[in-house]
């Protein structure tokens, strides 16, 4: 059975830090890996992907992949209030359109 | 960039009755699109694959006689839930792979169903 697993939260991290949000996942077939934020009520949004080992930064944001491990992370840096919401991580395999979610990690950034 | 449109973004209505919910696809052509379910504090569900022209795909445990998939041409698709009950009140949101190729999903706005 393919699994994402998050943990649920929420993670509380003041203003200006640097937040940390894992993922881990079961399929060693995924090739494609995904972060995605969702506000409360609303639909998710792509934030960032990633397909190779190692990091990718995207302004204060930096996905981390280490397929060895099965293990992908989102970091925040300088976080702030409007960061607060649900982050996702979905996978997938090479070829598929169809990603596998996680139930997402709350993140509360409180001034 | 690529934008999907979801329609309504909020509907209440009474068991037993049904509900559309439609999904359109403004500045692309979306021969597949997906239909997600959403519980609160829970993950998003893959309901079914809607294909342009063709029967819809549906997961294990979707009945697909009270979730009818409908998606007529190449920049819409439809979900109705027929004979609503309580139980079926959840957040549904559609996707489609977007113009950068069919690695990133866009995702609707998503419909807040509530069945009284």
């Known amino acids: 059975q393919k699994e994402v697993e998050q943990n649920s939260g929420p993670l509380s991290v003041p203003e200006g830090a640097i937040a940390s949000l894992n993922c881990t996942y079961s399929?060693?077939?995924?090739?494609?890996f995904f972060w995605y934020r969702q506000y409360s009520g609303k639909s998710p949004e792509l934030i960032m992907f990633?397909?190779?080992?190692g990091d990718k930064e995207d302004g204060r944001f930096t996905a981390q992949l280490n397929k060895a491990s099965q293990y992908v992370s989102l970091l925040i840096r300088d976080s702030q209030p409007s960061d607060s919401a649900t982050y996702l991580c979905?996978?997938?395999?090479?070829?598929?359109?169809?990603?596998?979610f996680g139930r997402g990690t709350s993140l509360i950034v409180h001034p | 960039g690529a934008v999907v449109s979801q329609h309504p973004s909020r509907v209440i209505c009474k068991s037993g009755t049904s509900v559309k919910i439609e999904c359109r696809s403004l500045?692309?052509?979306?021969?597949?699109m997906f239909w997600y379910r959403q519980f609160p504090k829970q993950s998003l569900m893959l309901m079914a694959t809607?294909?342009?022209?063709?029967?819809?795909?549906?997961e294990q445990g979707v009945e697909k006689d009270k979730f009818l998939i409908n998606h007529a041409s190449l920049t819409l698709s439809t979900l109705t839930v027929t004979s609503a009950h309580p139980e079926d009140s959840s957040f549904y949101i559609c996707s489609a792979p977007g113009l950068s190729g069919a690695n990133v999903l866009t995702f609707g706005a998503g419909s807040r169903l509530t069945v009284l």
């Open positions: 990633i397909y190779s080992n």
């Open positions: 500045d692309f052509q979306a021969t597949t």
């Open positions: 809607s294909n342009e022209g063709s029967k819809a795909t549906y």
């Open positions: 979905a996978v997938k395999r090479e070829g598929s359109y169809i990603p596998t």
């Open positions: 399929d060693r077939g995924s090739q494609s």
